[in-house]
């Protein structure tokens, strides 16, 4: 039985619907028409077999209604760019470029330029709306380009000219900041820059003045070509790969200077080995990531690794050291949520991962100190899982603890934060299976799994 | 005459012109990046921009025709 994908109908001529674990796509006749003169394209097994476009498969027969269908392998885990990091935007921004220049050598063009259309898979990202492409009409503009500045180009610009992090504003507007938006953000000096002045401040201008107009038939009269798109996306890809973001890989020098982390490392390591081996997951997500190292263990034993953490200066080290961990920046006391149309376009984090196993390591004790989570919630979320989980209990004599409460007081702290109190909640919820104490006895790891029922 | 401040709710010519596809594209943009294709693309952005001008003078001469009553309808 085949689920229409809820991300996936804005496209009449090309859809996504899912029939157990496998991936269908529905094309209409015009769907189908681009897809034989893309398949005919020697771009195309060129980008799939060097991995930046995702395979697909011609099916023999289409279901009632559709002029065609292909199969596509299956993206282990959806991520979305406001769950990304500065690399991961700035390389799906090369990618949907190149891909646009080597398809327009073909006679093809991109009809959108949105990051939607691209996913990260073993950390490289690619290319998944086969649907995207089609054939080029002499003449016609790239449809895609105030798609691609706003989707790709102003969050980037918002990270390396600005200083401000694009995640909250894709999460809050996918569409992205407009030129408008953009050109109020922008100081002074910053709008005199060649850059700026084009695709942010002259941009914004001719939107206003133009707005509701038709331009097609006279931009093809006065002879557009493929040309100019072509030497107008190089010249994106150069400002692009010139983008750099001076925070990343900030907090991983902070992070490794923890006395704790090397110290508890090893045995942390050993103790989640042991739980991959007893529950030999499938799907693990690990929450509080920081540098990955125990995602990247996980992603080592053949699972899919979750990497989810709030510190984007981190992660984007670790995505850029090639980690094939699906990385998510997000803030776990405000996860992704539900979002887009019918609040079901975009699930929220936790319905995408699905995870046989969770790590939660150096986690907790922030949940419950700095972000006033009490502890039986924690639990309680932990448990919303419905699978084994490691954690790491840090006690309230631990130095990390007294670094979190330094400027509070006792009474703005939840009860039951002791160890026994602790232990006591967790055993309303879990079945503990293994425990191990850390170095001066101030953390505890418990290998948990859900009471039944 | 329909007022030209309404006429964006009622899809026209121009409206329907300017549907490429599920994406709104953006005149402006349209328009922008044949300027950012180099001096080749800024001469087609002028001559595109100069064919606009003359097809809204057109087009304005036309409504006000239609509009004066002074003017019979098949002149």
């Known amino acids: 039985m085949h689920l ?172 992205g900041p407009t030129a408008a938006d953009m050109r109020n953000l922008m100081g002074f000096w910053e709008r005199l820059k060649p850059s700026i002045l084009l695709h942010v401040s002259l941009q914004a201008r001719m939107e206003q003045r133009m707005s509701g107009t038709a331009v097609r038939d006279e931009l093809k009269t006065a002879g557009f070509s493929a040309e100019l798109i072509l030497a107008n996306a190089r010249k994106l890809r150069r400002l692009v790969e010139r983008l750099q973001w001076s925070g990343s890989g900030a907090g991983w020098i ?49 699972a899919v690794a979750i990497a989810v953490d709030g510190d984007e200066p981190v992660l984007d080290a670790l995505y ?18 539900s979002q887009g149309w019918a609040e079901q376009e975009r699930p929220g984090l936790t319905e995408r991962a699905q995870p046989d196993l969770v790590i939660a390591y150096g986690l907790i004790h922030h949940l419950i100190y700095t972000a006033s989570i009490p502890p039986p919630a924690v639990l309680d979320w932990l448990a919303g899982f419905r699978c084994p989980a490691v954690v790491e209990f840090v006690a309230p004599g631990d130095e990390m603890v007294a670094k979190l409460t330094a400027n509070k007081i006792e009474a703005e702290l939840h009860p039951g934060r002791s160890q026994g109190e602790f232990e006591s909640e967790l055993a309303r919820r879990f079945e503990t299976l293994d425990t191990r104490t850390l170095g001066d006895g101030t953390r505890v790891l418990y290998r948990v799994r859900p009471l039944a029922g | 005459m329909m007022p030209a401040a309404v006429t964006p709710l009622f899809p026209g010519k121009d409206q329907k012109e300017m549907l490429f596809g599920y994406l709104d594209a953006g005149s402006g943009s349209l328009i922008l990046q044949a300027i950012l294709g180099g001096a080749a693309g800024i001469l087609v952005a002028f001559k595109a921009w100069k064919a606009r001008l003359v097809g809204r003078k057109a087009l304005a001469d036309a409504e006000s025709d239609v509009d004066d009553p002074a003017v019979p309808a098949d002149s």
């Open chain 1, 4 to 175: 229409a994908d809820p991300g996936s109908f804005r496209d009449p001529a090309s859809h996504i619907v899912l029939d157990g674990e496998r991936v269908i796509r529905i094309l209409d006749e015009r769907g189908l028409r681009a897809w034989e003169a893309l398949s005919q394209s020697s771009f195309f097994n060129t980008a799939t077999d060097d991995g930046r476009l995702i395979d697909a498969n011609p099916l023999d027969s289409a279901p009632a209604g559709a002029a065609g269908a292909l199969e596509h392998p299956r993206v282990p885990f959806i991520s979305y760019p406001y769950e990304w990091t500065f690399s991961m935007l700035k390389d799906a921004a090369l990618l949907q470029l190149d891909l646009l220049m080597e398809a327009l050598a073909e006679g093809l063009t991109i009809k959108d330029a949105t990051p939607y259309n691209i996913q990260f898979v073993s950390g490289s990202p690619v290319f998944i709306d086969i649907g995207s492409f089609e054939s080029y009409s002499p003449g016609e503009p790239w449809i895609g380009y105030r798609q691609f500045t706003r989707q790709f180009l102003f969050p980037l610009l918002l990270r390396a000219r600005l200083g401000i992090p694009f995640q909250p504003w894709l999460r809050g507007n996918p569409e």
């Open chain 1, 320 to 337: 850029r050291n090639g980690s094939p961990v699906s990385i998510v920046v997000s803030d776990l006391t405000n996860p992704s949520p």
């Open chain 1, 254 to 302: 902070e992070y490794e200077s923890c006395r704790h982390v090397g110290r508890d490392r090893e045995a942390k390591s050993e103790f989640l080995g042991n739980a991959i081996s007893a529950h030999s997951p499938h799907r693990v997500i690990d929450l509080g990531a920081n540098d990955g190292h125990f995602s990247t263990l996980a992603a080592e034993s053949g």
